[in-house]
């Protein structure tokens, strides 16, 4: 009876933790976010700048009452008055700030969806893609921060609309426009002044969409989307590739330095060297991966990795890889699982039959 009683109270605070505090606590840190299916229509942008202006507006209401409170105490100092209304004028300007970017979001997006609709002049949009080869040239070379990713079939790889707003204005569409005051700043960011009419625009992404290559290979999807700002050491994939087998230590180094100074100059772009992917599949649930690379804003405000723009089946692919790379005896495993369990089966069975012949005489 005792047992019982004891084993009731360990339930029950088993219990309590894991469907009580444990998913409480876990929305507290990990607000749920809500994905948009992959959809880049601004929708999202327009949601997160809206709430900005709704918590701006909080702290100016904050700000104007301990004015009135310092201005309602006689004889307060001048200096609390001062610094008063300076909190409050900041907030003000912070606000109009806020709202101007709400403006500015929703026409932006409006104009992407307007480009979406124009007829296109494939002809056209197959010369002005030109400029787009002047940086994306398959020279590995790393330009303002990371290697321009191959061109070559990013048709297959994004979104249609993505790539309308990313010709628009790069630091728009990859959700990174905090990061610079003037698009201008971002290393895509003079395709602004190269490609000006949104004439020009639909027929480049005209021309793009019509030279799909069907579907990609996970791991080139990965390769294409990723892998100039993340490393996957599990598949001795670097910001420079696949590595190649040296049989000349003295040139694995070689190679090995040129990583280093290539993780630098990446580093220096973002903030901090972005994460190894390796294991990351595993260490987050596939709802915040999915939701993060949809939009890297909604689950850390403010961080320097760009949207990239991917298609929902892109996005599986992604997956896909990261999965297989993450787990790779996954395979190995699931082939010995039947085994195992014939094994499991067979000993039953010789157990049972074991069992009969030594008690038979003793009943
Ligand atoms: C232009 C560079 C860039 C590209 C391209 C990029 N990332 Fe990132 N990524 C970053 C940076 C920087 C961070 C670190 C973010 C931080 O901590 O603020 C990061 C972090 C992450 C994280 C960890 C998030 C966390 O919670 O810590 C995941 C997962 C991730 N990236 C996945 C991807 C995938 C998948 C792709 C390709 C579809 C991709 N990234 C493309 C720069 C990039
Ligand atoms: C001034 C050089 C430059 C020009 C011109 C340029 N790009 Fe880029 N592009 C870049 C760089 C650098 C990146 C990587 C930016 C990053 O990862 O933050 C990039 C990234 C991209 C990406 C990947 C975006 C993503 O979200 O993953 C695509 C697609 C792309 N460019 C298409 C184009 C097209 C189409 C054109 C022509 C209309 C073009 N680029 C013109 C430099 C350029």
């Known amino acids: 009876m005792r047992e019982f009683k004891i084993l009731a109270v360990v339930v029950f605070f088993t219990l309590l933790v894991y469907v009580g505090v444990e998913p409480f606590a876990h929305s507290q840190m990990h607000a749920h976010v809500e994905g948009h299916d992959f959809v880049y229509d601004g929708t999202a942008d327009i949601e997160e700048a809206n709430t900005r202006v709704e918590k ?88 303002g921060g990371v290697i321009p990713p191959n061109l070559d079939r990013i048709g297959s790889l994004y979104d249609k609309n993505y790539l309308i707003a990313l010709i628009k204005d790069p630091a728009m569409a990859s959700n990174v426009d905090h990061k610079y005051a003037n698009t201008m700043m971002h290393p895509m960011g003079s395709v602004m002044a190269m490609v000006t009419s949104d004439q020009q625009i639909a027929d480049i992404v005209g021309y793009i969409m019509q030279n799909k290559v069907g579907e990609l290979e996970p791991k080139a999807a990965f390769e294409e989307a990723c892998v100039r700002c993340h490393a996957v050491r599990y598949a001795k994939v670097t910001q420079l590739g696949d590595t190649p087998e040296f049989k000349e230590e ?23 060297l972005p994460p190894d992917l390796s294991m990351m599949i595993r260490a987050r649930s596939p709802h915040y991966m999915e939701t993060f690379v949809e939009n890297p804003q909604t689950q850390l405000p403010g961080t320097s990795m760009p949207r990239v723009g991917l298609t929902k089946e892109n996005y599986e692919k992604v997956k896909t890889y990261l999965e297989e790379v993450g787990d790779p005896s996954k395979p190995a495993r699931e082939a010995i699982g039947p085994w195992v369990i014939l094994f499991f089966v067979v000993f039953t069975i010789l157990a049972y039959l074991w069992k009969k012949s030594q008690w038979k005489d003793l009943h």
């Open 56 to 143: 701006t507006k909080e702290a100016l209401e904050k700000a104007k009452e301990r004015l009135t409170e310092v201005q309602s105490i006689e004889n307060s100092p001048q200096e609390d008055l001062v610094k008063a209304q300076d909190a409050v004028t900041k907030q003000e300007n912070a606000l109009a700030k806020a709202e101007e970017t709400v403006t500015h979001k929703k026409s932006f997006w409006a104009n992407v969806a307007s480009i979406a609709q124009l007829d296109v002049n494939i002809t056209n949009g197959e010369m002005s893609f030109g400029t787009c080869i002047a940086c994306h040239n398959g020279a590995g070379i790393n330009m």
């Open 250 to 272: 003295k040139d694995a180094l070689a190679h090995k330095i040129k990583v280093l100074d290539e993780q630098a100059l990446v580093e220096a772009y973002m903030g901090k």
